[in-house]
């Protein structure tokens, strides 16, 4: 582990500590003290073991550092996500390419469920980590329509 960087998604921070999971592996890493970090960072760093128990890490080195921002958008989803999701069934997400840096999840879930879907989505440590998997994604905005169960979910540079 010592000397190779690895990207990581900072999961919880606290003054004195903070969890970091791998992007790649899921493994979970636990921070002898927090070096300035807060969740929703993506950090592309080296870890160590911190001695003399070697229980938990340290960060050595820092090679990039950016926050991502989830929050949920007051527009609607596009007239482009709404068409994907009409050609899909409800629970069926369909990925494409944003014009330019990013990309668009489309989601359809019974229209009952769109809000608690959406609260789902902002909560859920895997679109971090998607996120984190995307170069230059500082931004996730949640849109939803509730009369269709239609969420889109735009990774943004």
Avoid: C, F, K, W
């Avoid at 500590?17 to 950090?43: C, F, K, M, W, Y």
């Avoid at 709404?82 to 999840?105: N, P, S, Y």
């Avoid at 489309?106 to 984190?132: F, H, K, N, W, Y």
Wanted: aromatic fraction near 2%; charge should be negative.
């Amino acid at each position: 582990m010592d000397g190779e960087s690895t990207r990581y998604v900072v999961t919880h921070a606290e003054d004195d500590s903070a969890v970091l999971r791998d992007i790649d592996s899921g493994q979970v890493h636990t921070l002898a003290d927090n070096p300035g970090v807060e969740a929703g960072d993506v950090l592309d760093a080296t870890l160590a073991p911190e001695p003399p128990l070697e229980i938990a890490d340290r960060i050595v080195e820092v090679d990039s550092r950016r926050h991502v921002r989830r929050h949920e958008s007051e527009e609607p989803p596009t007239a482009h996500e709404r068409d994907l999701a009409t050609d899909q069934a409800v629970g069926e997400l369909t990925r494409h390419e944003r014009a330019g840096m990013g990309e668009i999840h489309v989601i359809t879930v019974p229209a009952e469920d769109t809000s608690e879907a959406v609260q789902d989505v902002l909560e859920d440590e895997g679109t971090l980590e998607r996120a984190g998997r995307m170069e230059n994604v500082v931004r996730v905005e949640v849109r939803s329509d509730e009369e269709t169960g239609t969420i889109s979910v735009r990774y943004l540079p």
